[in-house]
């Protein structure tokens, strides 16, 4: 018989992880003018950049009053930033190694954010060094006792993202314990902790994990080697993931979201780029590090010529402002205020938006809208089902 949901629970907005193109946590590169951009072209979902518990526990809450954007800081600089037109598509990741920090940290944004994500798979020293990240795949019953406290007392969905074991068995077991603790979503990248980016992702050790998911009608999505819409089917037939996370793709040109295909990075995206950052008060630094991962399009997106693309390159690594890049190229700037108008529009057209705005609406009339515990059945559950450490054994036997 299958052990039950350990802490069962349905929430006033329940956010849809299945059938998407969404954006990976990406340090530096998840920033606020990249998610937006990625929501514009058709990203599901966005996930920002890991931030590590202390980071945010007493950070001070401002709001521009022209923008609306949201801006978390303490000290010099801020740390999180955000538009409440994400909100409903906007999972924030936590890096965190002790429950009650992790909680704490997601109460400091739970109200500008849809979900909660604890990073359990970054394999960089500043995540893992304090037992973050990819250390938490080593000290699975902390892993586990940060998910239920997150979901004792946290009002949005949470989910986790990790990274596979070396050994394909444990790897089974440590998701199907995850799956059990009453998690809204389980991400996957296939890779261990100690492979680079450049080797292939494991796709065929993934199918395992989301059987284990459909026995309790959870979603698990794929992380590693997406390329967009170009291989979405491929991933989704070798794995049976529900959907596809993209990261060095996105990471490239966030239009690799669009159904239709990319856009030209120099001529389209860049200058986007550039006006969103320009409203958001993006720093420069990090505007400037977003345009140094961008890759000049190949044809036929782009008509530029080998020459082109290298002079492209070496105009956003010598630029010292974004004038510089406006200077040469001739951008119109200015537009930002229209861009997010345009992406309101966008997605406001998703169905997702709509259940959203009913939310709030009965918010915003001073209706209580609280979460319920939810039915075992309602996250798959039989009376005949293996146990979880059974069905991963039998899924991978020796």
Not at 66 to 82: D, R
Not at 85 to 114: H, M, T, Y
Request: glycine residues 6%.
């Amino acid at each position: 018989m299958a052990l039950p949901i350990e802490i069962p629970r349905t929430y006033p907005y329940e956010l849809n992880y299945r059938d998407k193109l969404v954006l990976a946590p990406m340090v530096r590169t998840g920033t606020l003018p990249t998610r937006l951009l990625s929501l514009y072209y058709g990203a599901g979902l966005v996930w920002s950049p890991e931030i590590v518990d202390k980071a945010i526990i007493g950070a001070t809450r401002t709001v521009d009053p022209e923008t609306g954007v949201i801006t978390y800081s303490k000290g010099q600089g801020p740390i999180f930033t955000t538009h409440p037109i994400e909100k409903p598509f906007l999972i924030f990741q936590i890096g965190s190694a002790n429950p009650e920090l992790a909680v704490e940290a997601a109460k400091v944004v739970e109200q500008d954010v849809a979900g909660v994500d604890l990073n359990c798979g970054c394999p960089k020293p500043f995540s893992t060094h304090s037992g973050m990240g990819a250390g938490l795949l080593s000290t699975p019953d902390l892993l586990l006792d940060i998910l239920r406290a997150l979901l004792r007392n946290i009002n949005l969905p949470v989910s986790a993202k990790i990274r596979m074991l070396p050994e394909q068995e444990p790897t089974l077991l440590l998701a199907a314990k995850i799956l059990r603790t009453g998690v809204s979503n389980l991400t996957v990248h296939c890779r261990t902790r100690s492979m680079r980016p450049n080797t292939v992702a494991m796709w065929d050790r993934l199918g395992d994990i989301v059987e284990l998911g459909k026995r309790r009608n959870l979603p698990v999505i794929c992380n590693g080697d997406g390329e967009g819409w170009a291989n979405w089917d491929k991933i989704r037939s070798t794995t049976g993931a529900t959907s596809v996370m993209l990261a060095r793709s996105a990471e490239k040109n966030p239009s690799v979201f669009q159904p239709s295909g990319p856009e030209c990075t120099v001529k389209v995206v860049i200058p986007q780029l550039l006006n969103i950052a320009e409203y958001t008060d993006n720093p420069w630094g990090n505007t400037k590090f977003l345009l140094m991962q961008f890759k000049p399009s190949p044809a036929p997106v782009s008509t530029l010529s080998k020459q082109e693309k290298k002079d492209a390159s070496e105009v956003m690594s010598r630029a010292k402002s974004a004038q510089d890049v406006v200077d040469k190229y001739g951008f119109a700037m200015g537009q930002g205020k229209a861009f997010m108008d345009e992406l309101e529009v966008r997605l406001k057209a998703r169905p997702e938006w709509n259940v959203w705005a009913a939310r709030k609406a009965a918010e915003d009339e001073g209706v209580v809208v609280e979460a319920a515990a939810a039915e075992e059945a309602s996250n798959g559950s039989t009376s005949d089902e293996l146990d979880d450490e059974e069905a991963a054994a039998n899924a991978h036997p020796a």
